[in-house]
T-cell receptor
């Protein structure tokens, strides 16, 4: 079972920041938080991951709270191509357990 | 593009039949995971293979089985197909050495329809 909860859907205006929340209140100390996204009819695509510290790459930023019970994925300047289902995942053993994700719709 | 290739991309089977799906992992990756994604849901973990052996399994019955070959490619076999097996089947490859901190690279999937 997934160890995360996410809102089922969100909208964002093109060019604005998209902030996608995730709760993972039962996370263990050595478990990483991963974010993937899935554009319609494609396989999931890795975005970013982190353990304790905030992380940033060319796609997004990941903000993890100090108690590690929640995190936020930030797409700083959302484009129409960012419309997708975004999955927040806490690893269980050596496999990724996906939940239902958040369907992000970027609107012009 | 991730370098993970799956075949076939689409197929139709009837209830009770058997199906084999194939996956070629990305170069340098020695671990393969399989996922089932029903319409409107997130991917569900089926199992993972490393060094040609099953290394973990999700909540799927034994009629779901797999193989990994010396070149790290993999097959997913499903026997006695049921209507609920209709789904997108995703293969993901990774490097075992990077499993704790690495990422999965997914293929585009094989869409199975069971009639």
């Amino acid at each position: 079972d997934a160890k995360t909860t996410q809102p089922p859907s969100m909208d964002c205006a093109e060019g604005r920041a998209a902030n996608l929340p995730c709760n993972h209140s039962t996370i263990s100390g050595n478990e990483y938080v991963y974010w993937y996204r899935q554009i319609h009819s494609q396989g999931p695509q890795y975005i970013i991951h982190g353990l304790k510290n905030n992380e940033t790459n060319e796609m997004a930023s990941l903000i993890i709270t100090e108690d590690r019970k929640s995190s936020t994925l930030i797409l700083p300047h959302a484009t129409l191509r960012d419309t997708a289902v975004y999955y927040c995942i806490v690893r269980v053993d050596d496999d990724m357990r996906f939940g239902a994700g958040t369907r992000l719709t970027v609107k012009p | 593009e991730t370098g993970v290739t799956q075949s076939p991309t689409h197929l139709i089977k009837t209830r009770g039949q058997q199906v084999t799906l194939r996956c070629s992992s990305q170069s340098g990756h020695n671990t393969v995971s399989w996922y089932q994604q029903a319409l409107g849901q997130g991917p569900q973990f089926i199992f993972q293979y490393y060094r040609e052996e099953e290394n973990g399994r999700g909540n799927f019955p034994p009629r779901f089985s797999g193989l990994q070959f010396p070149n790290y490619s993999s097959e997913l076999n499903v026997n006695a197909l049921e209507l609920d097996d209709s789904a997108l089947y995703l293969c993901a490859s990774s490097s075992w050495n990077d499993m704790r901190t690495g990422e999965l690279f997914f293929g585009e999937g094989s869409r199975l329809t069971v009639l």
